[in-house]
């Protein structure tokens, strides 16, 4: 296993166009992750899935962001319409659940992929 | 919600040197403190983390310690070396469980300085 793969991992668009992120996470684990980043800032929660349920998603997420993880593997994060504002580093992480883990400090242990960045003109 | 604050926002020390990097959190019902080292390029990568049922961690030249009284925690590096140079984050969980995404800080750019 390479760890977290993003993908693609620079995305230049122009605003109104929709763009979409895939995000494959280490294949154990069953909690997935997705955070934004922008620049000299920490990451930013947008929304996390354990297996395929969307568990929470954070007041950040406007009804222009989706995202899916259909068979509790690969996850996708679309960006409908988008604006200047967007422009960030959006970030993928897995972890194992704490179902999953015994002991369970090895629980909620994020692992990061590299990012996708997004530049919108 | 939870709200962590870290300082300082850029350090630079010399080789050799000790460096100190502290946070604070908002919610005493936080109990997994985690630190994440960001190199250019790259996403963030686990260096150490602390529970809250203990006061100190170390891993050879990193520790954490963590007051829950004055909800603090911080992240020591001795012996500095220049590939320690790196934006590292603090953050915090909301739930005992850690069943809450984290709350990352701002950052801090640390510039090891040979």
């Known amino acids: 296993d390479t760890g977290v793969s993003q993908d693609p991992r620079h995305k230049i668009t122009k605003r109104g166009q929709n763009v979409t992120f895939r995000c494959d996470p280490i294949?154990?684990?069953?909690?997935l992750y997705w955070y934004r980043q922008t620049l000299g800032q920490g990451p930013e929660f947008l929304t996390y899935?354990?297996?395929?349920?969307?568990?929470?998603k954070s007041r950040l997420l406007s009804d222009r962001f989706s995202a899916e993880r259909p068979k509790g593997s690969f996850s996708t994060l679309e960006i409908q319409r988008t604006e200047q504002g967007d422009s960030a580093m959006y970030l993928c992480?897995?972890?194992?659940?704490?179902?999953?883990?015994?002991?369970?400090?090895?629980?909620?242990?994020?692992?990061f992929g590299a990012g996708s960045r997004l530049t919108v003109l | 919600g939870e709200n962590v604050e870290q300082h300082p926002s850029t350090l630079s020390v010399q080789e050799g040197d000790s460096a100190v990097i502290k946070c604070t959190y908002s919610?005493?019902?936080?109990?997994?403190f985690p630190w994440y080292k960001q190199e250019l390029g790259k996403g963030p990568q686990l260096i150490i983390d602390?529970?809250?049922?203990?006061g100190e961690k170390k891993d050879q030249r990193i520790a954490v310690t963590l007051n829950k009284t004055a909800k603090h925690f911080s992240l020591h590096i001795t012996e500095t070396q220049p590939e320690d140079s790196a934006v590292y984050f603090c953050?915090?969980?909301?739930?005992?469980?850690?069943?809450?995404?984290?709350?990352f800080g701002k950052g801090t750019r640390l510039s090891v300085i040979a």
């Open positions: 992480a897995s972890s194992l659940g704490i179902e999953q883990s015994k002991p369970l400090s090895g629980a909620n242990v994020l692992t």
């Open positions: 899935f354990q297996n395929e349920a969307q568990l929470e």
């Open positions: 953050a915090a969980s909301t739930k005992p469980s850690g069943n809450t995404p984290l709350v």
């Open positions: 602390i529970r809250s049922n203990v």
């Open positions: 294949s154990e684990h069953n909690r």
């Open positions: 919610d005493s019902a936080s109990n997994y």
